[in-house]
């Protein structure tokens, strides 16, 4: 165990539903970031990060585990219909911080704990629909401080929980509430003892109007939006469509938008803080988000699809040892996270992680070519269940599943009815990067790519016990 005096600290930030591009040192979306870009500046940028399995829990199952979605049962949303939820026996990043002697908080959106409207009509805490108040225990991982809820898209009116049943309405809109108690938690902390820290975001998670006026107004009601774009009847992947032409998709957007630029005001603040208090020089922070939202690219809306607007997040990390103003092409994902920082941090890792130590790659900024992510998503919704099982099939042979690297996604598709069609897709992210022209595969082993990343999608459906191996077959 290293002394307290050599430890680095680690300051976590997340948003939720905050997609890549839309950080204006990407020079992607029109959107106003300037704490960010000069953070990244100052730090080392990723281009290809991606969440694995785009969808808020099972992104934060496998962020906080280090293991792939699948592995931890998280394949959905925690929702009343199922049980799927983080296990009290999972070994988090937050576990092994707690028992190396750091100082451990949560604050903001948890989504990991089963919804109690799945047990209990009106239960103490007031939690509703998909909401959950965690009591103190295991179902934290080592979380000492907690200020959270489940999930809970009030924007302007949050609610969290400490360590009573009792809801905390604090009247601010969550960002800004969240960054206060991360402040004030930070200068009450014992100075001399490490911390480790997440902090999770809701916006710019819908609803998008849920934002405050100032920022609204950073944004011209014609915003352009992104060439992929179309109107018409947009759908999230697997939901039903809704009507949206060009002036409420411009909304959306600059809504959208609005809410990032709260968010760089409140990172500013955070980054004040951390100088301050003269913690900057010993504190690794990352800023990211847990998937995108595709804003009408495709003619979609929200996430779990393979498009860069929804697997795509962004991706800084600034602190002790990391290259300065670097920007990266390497591949990590979300299952990378937990060993990487674990290596930074000099602590150990557990053997139950499945992914990647890219820690060395942050530190030489430099870009391994070689480095694979796996992608997937399932059905999520329980009447797509009903009726898989009345089917007899395995849920999780439906959806999708794919390889990112460097400069293509390989995508194996059977979607989300009850008689799958599998179909092939090769993106070009160089030549192609709006994913407006794909190659439709239909002999992957015609072509040393796709044969190469059709055997690499297999080998990876066989380790993870994957029922969607039987449409490769």
Known sequence: MLSHSNKPNLLFIFADQWRR?????????PVYTPHMDAFAARGLRFNNAVSTFPLCSPHRASLLTGKHPLSTGVFTNCKPCCEAHLRDDEICISDVCASEGYETAYIGKW????????????????????????????????????????????????????????????GKWSPEHETDVLLDWLEKREGDVPFCAFVSWNPPHSPYDQ???????????????????????????????????????KEITRQYYAAVS???????????????LQLAENTIVVLTADHGDMLGSHKLITKHVWYEES??????????????????????????????????????????????????AV?????????????????????????FRKAGEDILAFGWRAVRSTRY?????????????????????????????????????????????????????????????????
Not at 21 to 29: F, I, K, R, T, V
Not at 119 to 132: F, H, V
Not at 268 to 275: A, C
Not at 418 to 441: A, G, I, M, N
Request: hydrophobic fraction near 30%.
């Open 111 to 170: 989504h990991l704990a089963i919804p109690e409207s799945r047990y209990e009509k009106e239960p103490l805490s007031g939690a509703r629909n998909w909401d959950a108040y965690t009591p103190p225990g295991k179902g934290r991982h080592g979380f000492q401080f907690w200020h959270s809820y489940g999930a809970w898209d009030a924007h302007l009116a949050p609610h969290y929980w400490e360590d009573t049943p009792v809801q905390l309405k604090p």
């Open 262 to 276: 709260g968010l760089d005001d409140n990172f500013g603040r955070i980054l004040q803080k951390l100088d301050e």
């Open 21 to 29: 591009s839309a950080l204006g040192c990407q020079n992607e979306d």
């Open 311 to 360: 697997a795509g997040i962004p991706l800084i990390m600034a602190g002790p040892g990391i290259p300065e103003g670097k920007v990266t092409d390497t591949v990590i994902g979300s299952p990378d996270m937990m060993p990487t920082l674990l290596s930074m941090m000099g602590l150990p890792i557990p053997e139950t992680v499945e992914g990647d130590d890219m820690s060395t």
């Open 363 to 387: 530190y030489s900024g430099e870009t391994d070519e070689e480095k694979l992510c796996y992608l997937c998503a399932c059905p999520g919704r329980d009447v797509f269940q009903d009726a």
């Open 409 to 473: 996604t390989y995508v194996a598709e059977v979607g989300y009815e009850v008689t799958p069609h599998l179909s092939r897709l090769l993106y070009d992210l160089q030549e192609d990067p709006l994913q407006l022209s794909p190659k439709v595969v239909t002999d992957p082993y015609a072509d040393p790519l796709t044969a190469r990343m059709e055997e690499k999608l297999k080998n990876w459906l066989i380790k993870q016990n994957d029922g969607f191996i039987r449409h490769l077959k």
């Open 211 to 249: 934002v405050p006026q100032k920022y609204l107004d950073l944004y011209p009601e014609d915003i352009p939006l992104r060439a992929n774009v179309q109107t018409g009847d947009i759908r999230c992947h697997t939901y039903e469509p809704k009507p949206y032409d060009e002036t409420g998709l």
